[in-house]
């Protein structure tokens, strides 16, 4: 799989225009000083205050608003998401996850922006499952 499908599905999946100011890609710094530390980022969101939550082929990495630097397995983000969206609710428009985030065990929180930007994420990850690695054209 290359970079171009990747590219597809996040036009499909709205990412880009669900995050908005907030979306990051290859060319982004932080992806680039990510991956110069050896890990495999991919894109996300990030906003003006340097938090982030990026997408990498195995995990998800993320700083917090408190400075938590962490990583979280694509696999184990996916069942975060599922298990709260079951507990908030069905159906997306009803979703308000951006006030719920994902906590983790030091009750900081994942940032995810907002609700769609929130479903974009899962459907990327969720589509890297299936197709496995990126690789650059």
């Not at 340097?50 to 696999?75: P, R």
Request: glycine share 8%; with cysteine; charged share 25%.
């Amino acid at each position: 799989m290359d970079l171009i499908m990747l590219r597809a599905k996040l036009k499909k999946n709205n990412l880009i225009k669900n995050a908005g100011k907030y979306f990051v890609d290859e060319t982004s710094d932080i992806i680039k000083e990510l991956n110069s530390q050896g890990k495999s980022a991919l894109l996300g969101i990030q906003n003006k205050k340097g938090v982030y939550t990026i997408i990498g082929e195995q995990c998800v990495y993320y700083l917090t608003s408190s400075g938590e630097k962490g990583e979280i397995s694509n696999k184990e983000f996916c069942e975060e998401l599922h298990e709260n969206g079951c507990r908030i609710g069905k159906g997306w428009i009803k979703f308000k996850f951006m006030y719920k985030n994902i906590v983790l065990s030091n009750h900081d929180k994942v940032w995810l922006h907002n609700a769609k930007t929130m479903f974009s994420l899962w459907s990327t990850i969720v589509w890297l499952k299936k197709n496995g690695k990126v690789h650059p054209r």
